[in-house]
Nanobody, 125 residues
Framework: QLQASGGGLAQPGGSLRLSCVAS????????IGWFRQAPGKEREGVSC????????KYADSARGRFTISRDNAKRTVYLQMNRLQPEDTAVYYC????????????????????WGQGTLVTVSS
């Protein structure tokens, strides 16, 4: 139902664009979040776009470098990642929340109902 892609190997300072295709969801009805999990660490929120007003939220580590966007017609959410750093290395997941989320909850994994399979991003020289 959610297919994430676009991961790979990037050099420090490089860019990648992740895509999340929702084959059975109308993205304008749901909040879509990007999360990541590095080895030995908990899953953390990276960015989220809310369905009600297209409000977005970014983790401090992502703000200014990453941009979330969506194309409702293509049922796709993107995460453009620029100025990548080795600490961005992780498996990145997209997820859908079918309920309304207040901004303080947009990175709360328990509110997300569907998860993609993850795509690995490795940042290394």
């Amino acid at each position: 139902q959610l297919q994430a892609s676009g991961g790979g190997l990037a050099q420090p300072g490089g860019s990648l664009r992740l895509s999340c295709v929702a084959s059975t969801f109308s993205l304008d009805l749901y909040a879509i979040g990007w999360f990541r999990q590095a080895p030995g660490k908990e899953r953390e929120g990276v960015s989220c776009i809310r369905q009600s007003d297209s409000n977005t939220k970014y983790a401090d580590s992502a703000r200014g470098r990453f941009t979330i966007s969506r194309d409702n017609a293509k049922r796709t959410v993107y995460l453009q990642m620029n100025r990548l750093q080795p600490e961005d290395t992780a498996v990145y997941y997209c997820a859908v929340a079918t309920r309304s989320l207040i901004k303080s909850s947009m990175f709360a994994t328990q509110y997300y109902d569907y998860w993609g399979q993850g795509t690995l991003v490795t940042v290394s020289s």
